[in-house]
Each structure stands twice: as C-alpha cells, then as structure tokens.
T-cell receptor, first 114, second 113 residues
Framework: GNSVTQMEGPVTLSEEAFLTINCTYT??????LFWYVQYPGEGLQLLLK?????DKGSNKGFEATYRKETTSFHLEKGSVQVSDSAVYFC?????????????FGGGTRLMVKP | NAGVMQNPRHLVRRRGQEARLRCSPM?????VYWYRQLPEEGLKFMVY????????ESGMPKERFSAEFPKEGPSILRIQQVVRGDSAAYFC???????????FGPGTRLTVL
C-alpha cells in the first residue's frame, strides 16, 4: 500500500535559516504529492503540490520537487520566518475508483526562533 | 465562497455517550472525505462519501463508527459509545470531483472523559 515517511521533529531554526524537511514515499502508479501546513488549533492548508515527476511546486518561498528516481518530495525554504512555525505534513494521493484519498506522513513540527 | 465548515469545533463526551460531528462542504462540492488525527500523529483516512453514497469506508473502525452524506444537509460522522481512544481531531475535506484537490475544514476536537 501507499506510505509516506517524513523526518521527525521538532526542527528548531533561527530566523533566516535554510529549511529542509525530508519526505519519501512508497506508492503504486503515479501519485500526486503535496505539502500541507497546520497552524496551532487550525485545519490543514495546502502549501504546494506536484502532479508528475520533475514537477516543482512552490508557494510563499517554499519549494519541493517531485523526484521519482528517489521517491522523494523534500520541502525547502531559503530563509524561514517566525511566522513559518507550524506542523508540516507531506502527503500523496492514491487515485482509484474509490476516490482520491490522501496518505499523510506523521508531520514535522517547525519552530523558528527570532 | 465560504470554506469547509465543521461543527462543533470542540466536543466533550463521557465514555459511552454518542458523538455527532458535522461537515458542510464548500458550495458546489459533492465529495467528502473524513480523516482522523490522533495526538502527535498524521491524519489517517477514514471514509469517502458522495451525495447519498458511501464510496470507500476502508479506514473506518468496524464497530461504533458510521458516516452519511444525505441529499440535503451536512455530512455526519457518528461515533456511538465513545471510548477514551476516540479522543482525536476529526477533519473533513471536500472536493468538486473525485480527482480534484481537497479543501480541509478546521476540524472537530473530540475529548472523551
């Protein structure tokens, strides 16, 4: 079955530091890949996505590239801000006759200090 | 266009009581997914519904849990005879079609005393 593995947190960085959160996946077929962000007490917001190999998703300074050869979708940001503190989830969609349900990684908590 | 709405946002129940969680999808969305997030874990798929039909309930516990999405009104996730292990955040997501992006609601945080 499908699975997503992402690095455990918490990840603690100083403001303006470079961020990488690793994500690897196992899936049949050609899933779409996503990064979601969850701020305290809130639901998930889609941060970025990529639908096929070598696609790069980007949003708000965050980027991730769909690497089929390494089955990875690592999240990066060149300069983090305190406001980026949140939990980040990597996910893939397994499209089938039964729908497009998402399989999530365990989440990585990011803490950015001023 | 209002987003996905869930209510209540917080629900406290004693062991053995029933919990009813409601999800109103975005306007024009007829596909609803329910996910559960246990403390310090990722979200796990529970059930996928279209209007009046359960399409995939492979992630639902076999007992005590049920879901519906009637022709009119919100989708309901019902948990009978709750136990402490049911304490979690329950999120629903909606989409306009099977293949489209899912939009998440703010979640219902269930606490079982």
């Amino acid at each position: 079955g499908n699975s997503v593995t992402q690095m455990e947190g918490p990840v603690t960085l100083s403001e303006e530091a470079f961020l990488t959160i690793n994500c690897t996946y196992t899936a049949t077929g050609y899933p779409s890949l996503f990064w979601y962000v969850q701020y305290p007490g809130e639901g998930l917001q889609l941060l970025l996505k990529a639908t096929k190999a070598d696609d790069k998703g980007s949003n708000k300074g965050f980027e991730a590239t769909y690497r089929k050869e390494t089955t990875s979708f690592h999240l990066e940001k060149g300069s983090v801000q305190v406001s980026d503190s949140a939990v980040y989830f990597c996910a893939l969609s397994g499209s089938s006759n039964a729908g497009n349900m998402l399989t999530f990684g365990g989440g990585t908590r990011l803490m950015v200090k001023p | 266009n209002a987003g996905v709405m869930q209510n209540p946002r917080h629900l406290v129940r004693r062991r053995g009581q029933e919990a009813r969680l409601r999800c109103s999808p975005m306007k024009g969305h007829s596909h609803v997914y329910w996910y559960r997030q246990l403390p310090e874990e990722g979200l796990k798929f529970m059930v996928y519904l279209q209007k009046e039909n359960i399409i995939d309930e492979s992630g639902m516990p076999k007992e005590r849990f049920s879901a519906e999405f009637p022709k009119e009104g919100p989708s309901i996730l019902r948990i009978q005879q709750v136990v402490r292990g049911d304490s979690a955040a329950y999120f629903c997501a909606s989409s306009p079609s099977r293949a489209d992006e899912q939009f998440f609601g703010p979640g219902t945080r269930l606490t079982v005393l």
